[in-house]
């Protein structure tokens, strides 16, 4: 049978990256166990502390309708909805961040297979956005190269790289969820009030500012007389106002320096 060759080896697709992941000392496990698992355990410790305190001032079922009464006002307000399910999604995201690295096809860690930090998640606008800290051995173009599995894995629309221009081993992966433009309620445009201010409603525009014309001062003109030898009669000095320009009826508007009188009728 003949030998495989050096050129042969190269061109198989079929090749699997195999390394160990370094030994770690029980000290450093627990400290990552407790930095990942912050929140849940901050939220069981408040919830303990005050059970126990309510246990002790008051009987069980005064206890149990006081903690119901609060998850239902934290459930029914929207602005407190919003916070806990943000901040809910932000503790998943980096839970589910963290097993979508150690499990992709794409290798996000490095030879020693430490992944990146994940530092801290913060809600936005359109979902969150997970800050990370690669570690030596790694970039942020194998993040990149990884995007395509960290949303499926984040039950999110999309996933987008943020690269720090600074600093290139800070990085922040976007997690897009929504649209703010998709709203049943349609979206107030800025002309419709300057259109509204225009027709004689006293409607206030935001960085609407009437520009003032400038004031045109007439000349005389004088024009040439003729020779006195030629017999015709002398014109008399006549003066012509020159020529001013009619200001509009209607001052002009401009929003964040830009001339909108174009588009209002």
């Known amino acids: 049978m003949p030998k495989s060759t050096r050129r042969a080896r190269g061109a198989r697709v079929d090749v699997m990256e195999v390394w160990q992941a370094p030994k770690q000392s029980w000290p450093a496990v627990l400290v990552g166990m407790l930095i990942r698992w912050r929140a849940e355990l901050a939220l069981t410790a408040v919830t303990i502390v005050v059970l126990v305190w309510l246990d002790g ?17 934290v459930a029914v307000l929207p602005w407190s909805r919003r916070f806990v399910l943000a901040r809910f999604w932000c503790v998943l995201d980096r839970h589910r961040l ?26 936005t606008k359109t979902g ?3 800050w990370m800290w690669t570690r030596a051995g790694s970039s942020a173009d194998d993040l990149e190269n ?13 996933a987008r790289l943020h690269r720090v221009r600074s600093l290139s081993t800070l990085v922040a992966v976007e997690l897009v969820r929504r649209d703010p433009l998709e709203r049943p309620q349609a979206i107030r445009s800025p002309l419709a009030r300057l259109s509204a201010r225009m027709q004689g409603h006293n409607v206030t525009a935001e960085g609407s500012e009437p520009i003032t014309a400038a004031t045109v001062t007439p000349l005389p003109v004088r024009q040439d007389t003729p020779a006195a030898g030629t017999g015709t009669k002398a014109a008399k000095t006549t003066t012509k106002k020159a020529a001013v320009p009619e200001q509009s009826a209607r001052p002009s508007v401009v929003v964040n320096g830009e001339d909108l009188s174009d588009y209002i009728d």
């Open 146 to 158: 990884v995007l395509g599995y960290i949303a499926p894995a984040c039950y999110a629309r999309s």
């Open 57 to 73: 001032r008051t009987n069980t079922v005064v206890m149990w309708l006081i903690v119901g009464g609060t998850l239902g006002v």
């Open 98 to 123: 963290r097993t979508c690295l150690r499990m992709a096809k794409i290798r996000t860690m490095n030879l020693d297979g430490a992944l990146p930090f994940l530092l801290w998640a913060r809600p």
């Open 128 to 130: 969150e956005r997970v």
